[in-house]
């Protein structure tokens, strides 16, 4: 086909899909939509309570639950009880119940996936690792210097020059916005652009970031297991249910685990074993990090990773602990 001489079909090579299938990288698409709406919530008034006009607002539309009416006179003491167990106690029963139902079958979902402090957990864990060689100033030991695929990194305490920063700046965000769920968005952003913020936006904004501001760069993981009510609730459901989502490991293969370096423990942003039974892994966030490094530091292993996700007769059986192959009926 001489007419075809010279000319080529350009070929775009594609990028090689990750070993767990790009679990990480959706976990990361998701956290990412999620700040952001958390972020933007406020502005477009899907969700705040305007201490200026005295009401929430929700998906957009004022959501009065009758004060001003009762006082007026215009509603008696009936309309305002039903008006307040509607919009207030029903909307926040409804949104618990769900979140519990959720991690009562598969766990910690909302913490790991989602939840924007959590994602500034991770991030800053990067970092800090970067840094020290740890990803907390609390680790005892640092972690190695390799990444499930191989790839090597190093310590270098230049690091710190964006790590603080970095944390200063979640901070001073989370400080920001959640004021804006307090008081007109619009109002708290144009006051900060115009550099004149009133003094209680100031001292609002100064103090929660320079709490936060401590709390990124010190405790950040140990407030997700041990101070977070939401994430307290979440793991209290989860382990009431047997047949719940865990991380399941294949311990009769447990000598497959002598060629890697460990790697599933290094990566848990909670800090956890997870190879451990469920009842040792009760702060777990279903992130799946060590479930995605086992599969990369096994993927030449014909049998498989060790680390997955199971659930129902398998979790039983995972939760039989040392007792491997026992099911617990």
């Known amino acids: 086909m001489p ?14 899909t990750p070993a767990d299938g790009g679990r990480q990288r959706g976990r990361l698409y998701a956290q990412i939509g999620f700040f952001v709406l958390f972020v933007l919530a406020p502005v477009f008034d899907l969700l705040r309570y305007d201490l200026v006009a005295g009401h929430a607002w929700f998906l957009g539309m004022e959501w009065h639950v009758g004060l001003a009416d009762y006082s007026a006179g215009t509603i008696g003491l009936g309309q305002l009880w039903l008006n307040i167990g509607l919009k207030i106690f029903l909307p ?18 909302y913490c790991g996936w989602l ?48 790590t ?54 010190f405790a950040r993981h140990l407030f997700c297991r041990f101070a977070c009510a939401v994430g307290l609730f979440q793991s209290l459901a989860w382990m009431g249910n047997r047949d719940a989502m865990v991380v399941g490991f294949a311990r009769q293969r447990g000598a497959d685990c ?15 074993k997870p190879r451990n039974i469920k ?39 995972n939760e039989a602990g040392l007792r491997a192959g026992k099911q617990r009926n």
Not at 92 to 109: E, P, Y
Not at 258 to 272: E, G, K, Q, T
């Open 164 to 217: 603080v920063p970095l944390a200063v700046g979640f901070a001073f965000v989370w400080a920001v916005v959640l004021l804006t769920y307090l008081l007109p968005p619009f109002e708290v952003y144009g006051n900060l652009l115009a550099g004149t913020p009133t003094r209680n936006q100031f001292i609002f904004i100064a103090a929660g970031t320079v709490v936060l501001s401590a709390e990124f760069l």
């Open 3 to 16: 007419e075809m001489a010279g000319k080529f079909i350009p070929i775009i090579a594609e990028s090689p």
């Open 92 to 109: 926040i029963l409804g949104t618990g119940a769900a979140l519990l139902w959720v991690s009562w079958k598969w766990g910690r979902l």
């Open 115 to 162: 939840c924007p402090h959590f994602s500034v957990v991770e991030t800053l864990n990067q970092f800090m690792r970067r840094a020290t060689g740890k990803p907390s100033v609390w680790e005892k030991k640092p972690l190695p210097t390799r990444e499930p695929d191989g790839t090597r990194w190093q310590v270098d305490r230049r690091w710190w020059l964006l």
């Open 258 to 272: 002598n060629d890697c370096y460990s790697a599933c423990d290094h990566v848990c942003p909670m800090r956890l």
């Open 279 to 317: 009842r040792q892994m009760f702060t777990c966030t279903q992130c799946a990090q060590c479930v995605s490094a086992c599969e990369t530091t096994q993927k030449d292993n014909p049998r498989g990773a060790l680390l997955s996700w199971v659930s129902d007769a398998a979790a039983r059986q």
